[in-house]
C-alpha cells in the first residue's frame, strides 16, 4: 500500500474536456479546414506559448498577421474560449470528494493565467482543491522540472507520497523521474479502477 499524502491533478483531459474542436466545427463548414486551421494555424505549440504566460492579446495579433486570411477565426480561438470547453470528466471529478477525506488534493496545469477562470467559475470541483499551480502564471510549463519544484516547495509536499494524474506521458515521465507515484491517463485507463488497484481508495 502506498504511503499517500497528496494527490495531484492535471486538468485538461484529466478533469476537464477541453477541446478547441468544440468551437471551430460551428465556425468552419467542412471538417477538413477546420482541421487545417487547428494543425498549421491556431495549432497546439502556439497555444502551448500561452500557458507558459504570453499575453493572449499578442499572441492573436502576431497570428493575424501571420495569417491574415483567419483573422476573424483566430481571434476566436480566445474570443470564444469558453466554447472549447465541453464539460468536465464526471467519471473522474466524482473521486475527489471520497480522496479528500484522505488526501490532500492538489492541481498541477498547463493552462493560460487568463483563461483558467472561465473554468473555474464554471466547475465547482476547483472549490475542493488545496492549492494549485498553473503554468501561465509561473512562466513555465510541463514538464519542465521547475514547475513541479514549485508545487513541492509551495505546498511543502514530497515527491514519495504524491500521486501525480496526468494524460500527457512526457509529463507523467518528468514527474516518475523525480519520485512522485504517477498515473498515465489514457482512453483506456480507467482512474477509479486503477486509484483501487493501488489501494488509495
Known amino acids: 500500500m ?6 495531484i491533478f492535471d486538468f485538461g483531459g484529466v478533469l476537464i474536456d477541453w477541446n478547441p474542436a468544440y468551437l471551430y466545427r460551428k465556425v468552419f463548414n467542412k471538417e477538413e ?11 497546439p505549440d502556439w497555444n502551448v506559448l500561452q500557458d507558459a504566460g504570453r499575453p493572449l492579446a499578442e499572441a492573436t495579433a502576431m497570428k493575424q498577421q501571420e495569417f491574415p486570411r483567419y483573422k476573424e477565426e483566430i481571434a476566436m480561438f480566445y ?4 466554447e472549447m470547453l465541453g464539460g468536465t470528466f464526471e467519471e473522474n471529478i466524482r473521486l475527489i470528494k471520497p480522496l479528500k477525506e484522505k488526501y490532500k488534493i492538489y492541481g498541477l496545469t498547463n493552462w493560460s493565467a487568463e483563461t483558467l477562470p472561465i473554468a473555474m467559475e464554471r466547475y465547482d470541483f476547483f472549490r475542493d482543491m488545496d492549492g494549485m499551480v498553473v503554468s501561465g502564471e509561473e512562466k513555465l510549463v510541463k514538464p519542465d522540472k521547475k514547475l513541479y519544484l514549485i508545487l513541492l516547495d509551495r505546498y511543502s ?3 514519495s507520497e504524491s500521486l501525480f494524474i496526468d494524460d500527457n506521458i512526457e509529463n507523467v515521465k518528468a514527474a516518475k523521474a523525480m519520485g512522485f507515484h504517477t498515473i498515465h491517463l489514457t482512453e483506456d485507463v480507467n482512474l477509479e479502477q486503477e486509484l483501487k488497484n493501488k489501494m488509495v481508495l
Do not use: A, T
Open 33 to 43: 479546414e477546420m482541421n487545417y486551421f487547428l494543425d498549421n494555424v491556431c495549432k
Open 79 to 82: 474570443g470564444r474560449w469558453g
Open 157 to 159: 509536499i514530497k515527491p
Open 2 to 7: 502506498l504511503q499517500l499524502k497528496n494527490i
